[in-house]
């Protein structure tokens, strides 16, 4: 049996087994295309779609074609292949496909589907679809692909909220990773996080359902969106335990997402909020027709008035007719790019407001569209919920701009939920110290709350001082010193240790952690690594197996990024070292602004304000530098099998720091290890974030395990 996986990374397998795919992305893009359309394609189409003149696309597509055979037609048995004179096909019957399994499920009456078929056809889908296959050189097909995701997303979501309603009354634990993956698909849609936050309070999570509420509330409050069923979730969970709506036992179709596949319900349309007089302006500028067309039509569906140019000539004549808002700037365009047309517009007072769109995700074009005063920066191929979310977000920001000092009444429905309430503990206190390392570095750590121990080995930039005040971090101070003696310092080379040094190497962060310990006298401890101190906390386990309770391992990798780059990407990290050395000190913040969106996209302003001056003051160009190049040495892979403590590892599936595969593969490599997948980008888990309290959740249930095993030691304190 042949089996065709679109949905996540291309796969083919026959009989079970995993089949080499041919090397070449046209090659598998081309077998991607015939699957997904399902009907025959003329030759002159997809030459025009996959190659270019020069590449000689006839012979080109002969070629992938005879590849194409070889993978996937039958032995000894019918041609799936069909390459006619004037067309090409893919013939179907007998094999399988996931995204085709999808879309005929979503399709159908979903009353009517049996819930294992449900459940079979959610766990088959392993992502987006064609994931990774990108041809930035290639348009069209980029914008079909881009649309056919679209698609899979609202026949996934539909299959989704059928599955959720089916298991809410009688199964909500096994119903909860599916309501968290439908808010995951659309976080933006005020439906599924509501229903998310119902299930939750019946199960008794509701710290983790109001975290949710306010997350939402400011997303759909920051976009310009309605609250909808969301503010009555919010509503219940402020109203006290008597007088809250017992759980009925069948589904609650109040809060159930309509199914998508039959309707656009789950990408929200035009509200009254959007058609007012004062309707926004935006202006698409793009060298791909296609490509704009389609956004225009989205983003005109939404509420917007949608110009688009091909040219940044004709976008200047769009102007002269009309102003804009805002324009959408693709950077790859012939004859006149777009840093050079952002060059021409005039972004302050009275002139539009400028975000880029393109395939270019280096961070030297990061930096340089913000030093154009650029307001933001999205890379190709892109979810048109999350480009509609930035654009509102970024209009809003133009107002508040315009009218600082003007306070609008507060809509009711936009009042964030509070945690339910309870007795507040005053806020931990901190003592600094210093101790000396055995090379006479000297290392500055704190000590903060009552209790237990918890060391928190140093990770990427801190500051002991700073980070208490900083909202990027000092939720994290708080609540590991609730109930515990939290433990943190700074690394050599950054923050109040020392930062004139001679070695900085993992075994020299190492010796740091010895002395830290030794000089808050800590015996036997749990240990909390984030990011590469995940990779100091493994090293010391295996050093020390009595010494270390558990681990709990966040954002980690035991491969630094020298190890698991490929070429592209070494280039592009010996760019962004470059910049370190000539933008990390000076006085704008736009080289720092780039490095903040990878640590936390999703922050607020003044969260990326505050690590943008965190970064400054911390250490110096040289040593960032020096830092970056020791965490791309590290290499601790063979050390995994040696743990032997029980460990936790956490990391967050859209990780742009530290990708999410390398959190999995550190969690696999340790025997015993439980791997917890938590929903978000920020490598920084902010405190707005339902990720946080996921996270807070699993670390408190874990951590408490080894205090009732008596594993530490009282008279340590």
């Not at 922050?603 to 304000?609: D, F, K, M, P, S």
Request: with cysteine.
């Amino acid at each position: 049996m042949l089996t065709i996986q679109l949905l996540g990374e291309m796969t083919v397998l026959r009989d079970g087994e995993a089949l080499p795919l041919p090397p070449s992305r046209k090659t598998r893009a081309l077998l991607g295309y015939l699957v997904a359309t399902g009907r025959p394609q003329r030759r002159e189409k997809l030459c025009t779609m996959l190659w270019e003149v020069p590449d000689d696309p006839r012979g080109a597509l002969r070629w992938s074609l005879s590849k194409l055979r070889g993978l996937v037609d039958e032995p000894n048995g019918p041609a799936r292949i069909l390459a006619e004179r004037e067309t090409v096909s893919y013939v179907p019957e007998g094999a399988r496909c996931d995204l085709r399994t999808l879309r005929e499920t979503a399709t159908r009456p979903l009353e009517s589907v049996g819930i294992e078929t449900l459940r079979t056809v959610v766990d088959n889908i392993e992502g987006d679809f064609l994931s990774g296959l990108e041809l930035p050189g290639q348009p069209d097909f980029q914008a079909w692909c881009l649309a056919e995701r679209e698609d899979a997303r609202r026949h996934h979501a539909a299959v989704l909220d059928a599955l959720v309603s089916r298991l809410a009354a009688t199964a909500p634990e096994e119903a909860l990773p599916h309501a968290r993956r439908l808010v995951e698909l659309d976080s933006f849609a005020a439906r599924p996080r509501a229903a998310l936050v119902a299930l939750l309070a019946r199960l008794g999570r509701r710290e983790e359902a109001a975290q949710h509420c306010e997350t939402g509330t400011r997303l759909l409050q920051e976009a310009g969106l309605p609250l909808g069923p969301l503010a009555a979730a919010a509503r219940d969970l402020r109203a006290p335990p008597s007088s809250r709506h017992t759980a009925a036992p069948q589904t609650d179709t109040a809060t159930r997402l309509p199914v998508a596949a039959a309707n656009a319900s789950a990408l929200p349309g035009p509200t009254s909020r959007d058609l007012r007089e004062d309707v926004k302006r935006l202006i698409i500028v793009d060298d791909e027709p296609e490509l704009g067309r389609m956004v225009a039509e989205y983003l005109g569906g939404h509420g917007f008035a949608v110009r688009t140019a091909t040219s940044g000539q004709a976008m200047r004549r769009l102007l002269a007719e009309e102003p804009a808002d805002l324009v959408i700037l693709d950077v790859n365009m012939p004859s006149e790019d777009g840093f050079s047309v952002a060059r021409s517009l005039r972004t302050g007072a009275g002139g539009p407001k400028i975000l880029f769109l393109t395939a270019a995700s280096e961070v030297v074009d990061r930096v340089v569209g913000l030093e154009l005063g650029a307001e933001d920066y999205v890379t190709k191929p892109f979810d048109l919920r999350e480009l509609r979310a930035r654009i509102r977000i970024i209009l809003r920001r133009a107002e508040a701009e315009k009218a600082p000092a003007t306070a609008a009444r507060p809509d009711p429905q936009m009042i964030p939920v509070q945690p339910p309430t309870e007795e507040v503990a005053p806020p931990p206190q901190q003592e600094i110290r210093f101790c000396l390392a055995t090379d006479g570095v000297r290392i500055a750590y704190a000590t903060s709350g009552e209790g237990p121990p918890l060391l928190k080995p140093a990770n990427w930039l801190t500051h002991l001082e700073f980070d208490w005040e900083s909202p990027v971090w000092r939720h994290w101070m708080r609540e590991l010193s609730r109930g515990r003696r939290l433990v943190r310092y700074d690394e050599r080379g950054n923050g109040l240790s020392d930062r004139q040094i001679e070695e900085l190497s993992l075994e020299a962060c190492q010796r740091d952690m010895e002395a830290v310990i030794a000089a808050a006298d800590l015996t036997r401890f749990p240990v909390l690594g984030i990011s590469q101190g995940c990779a100091c906390a493994v090293a010391h386990a295996v050093e020390h197996p009595g010494q270390i309770s558990r681990l709990i391992l966040y954002g980690g990798y035991a491969r630094g990024w020298t190890h698991r780059s490929s070429p592209a990407q070494l280039a592009t990290r010996q760019a962004l070292i470059t910049l370190m050395r000539h933008g990390w000190g000076a006085d704008s913040p736009a080289f720092r602004q780039a490095f903040t969106s990878l640590f936390i996209p999703d922050g607020t302003i003044e969260q990326a304000r505050w690590f943008n001056e965190l970064q400054r003051m911390t250490t110096s160009p040289e040593n960032a530098i020096r830092i970056q190049e020791m965490f791309g040495a590290i290499q601790i892979e063979a050390l995994l099998p040696q743990v032997t403590v029980p460990t936790l590892v956490l990391h967050c599936t859209g990780d742009e720091v530290v990708p999410f595969e390398e959190g999995r593969r550190l969690a696999m490599g340790i025997p015993g290890a439980r791997f917890v997948p938590l929903e978000g980008r920020n490598h920084i888990l902010l405190e707005d974030e339902p990720a946080w309290g996921r996270f807070l959740g699993e670390v408190r249930a874990f951590l408490a395990e080894d205090d009732a095993s008596g594993s530490w030691d009282y008279s340590a304190l």
